[in-house]
């Protein structure tokens, strides 16, 4: 759902001559403290990270995104 939102509004965007990227990094939603104030920890393993976080970025990769 996450790839499919993020798609529309950067096609969005770009309809309008602007340009998006995506720029979180994958888990970090998971974290239980603000990277600016300390390093987080992720402590979810590759399983997860494969089949959920990673997700939206594979979605990202497609030729009608230009950044």
Known sequence: ??????AAA???LQENGMLATAKHFPGHGDTDIDSH????VIHS????????ELQPFRRRL???WRS
């Open 1 to 6: 759902m996450v790839g499919v939102l993020v």
């Open 10 to 12: 950067v096609r969005g």
């Open 45 to 52: 393993g590759w399983s997860r990270l494969n089949s959920l």
């Open 37 to 40: 104030l300390a390093m987080p």
């Open 62 to 64: 497609t030729p009608a």
